[in-house]
């Protein structure tokens, strides 16, 4: 190894642990592991989901009788990336679409009986993964990470707004 490599990696190995970096590294790491488990139990089944699918299916269904527009909004994404996959979802029969009685205009989505069944099956998993995650922690211990996590999401939508 180098010198100059030697010291940037002295450097990174002797970096305080807990600094920002490693907080929403260690956040990242988790989102990461907690949605490849679960998506590796769909596998093979007969709907298998991509990471964005499931996260529109998820917004809908907080979320029935929102608008592509909505969508649009609430994600930030390119409308026509979500267009094409509001598309794909409803032509595998898991999400239906009605125009808003007020406006024409304007299609409603829901999750149909097939993607409510799917995203039961995806809450159910994901219930089973959060239940692994938090084995060890006693209730004080979760109740004080949630309530973390809850003023980290808070200050950032904070600074968003502003």
Same mark, same amino acid.
């Given at each position: 190894m180098s010198p100059i490599m030697r010291k940037q990696v002295d450097k990174v190995n002797q970096n305080p642990s807990g600094t920002v970096g490693d907080v929403f590294d260690a956040i990242h790491s988790i989102m990461h592991l907690y949605r490849s @488990? @679960? *998506? #590796? &139990? *769909? &596998? +093979?089944?007969e709907h298998e989901l991509t %990471?964005?699918?499931?996260?529109? $299916?998820r917004f809908f269904a907080r979320q029935p009788g929102a608008t592509l527009s909505d969508l649009v909004a609430h994600s +930030? #994404?390119? !409308?026509? @990336?979500?267009? #094409? $996959?509001? !598309? +794909?979802?409803r032509d #595998?029969? $898991?999400?239906?679409?009605s125009a808003d009685a007020a406006d024409r205009r304007s299609t409603r989505l829901?999750?149909?009986?097939? +993607?409510?069944?799917? %995203?039961g099956?995806? %809450?159910q998993i994901g219930a089973g993964l959060s239940g692994v995650a938090l084995e060890g922690l006693s209730e004080a211990e979760r109740e004080q990470l949630h309530g973390l996590l809850l003023r980290v999401r808070s200050n950032l939508a904070r600074d968003a707004e502003g």
């Open positions: @488990q @679960q *998506f #590796r &139990a *769909f &596998a +093979g089944a %990471h964005m699918e499931s996260k529109v $299916l +930030g #994404r390119d !409308k026509a @990336q979500l267009t #094409r $996959l509001i !598309k +794909g979802l #595998r029969g $898991l999400l239906d679409a829901h999750l149909s009986a097939a +993607g409510l069944a799917l %995203h099956r995806l %809450h």
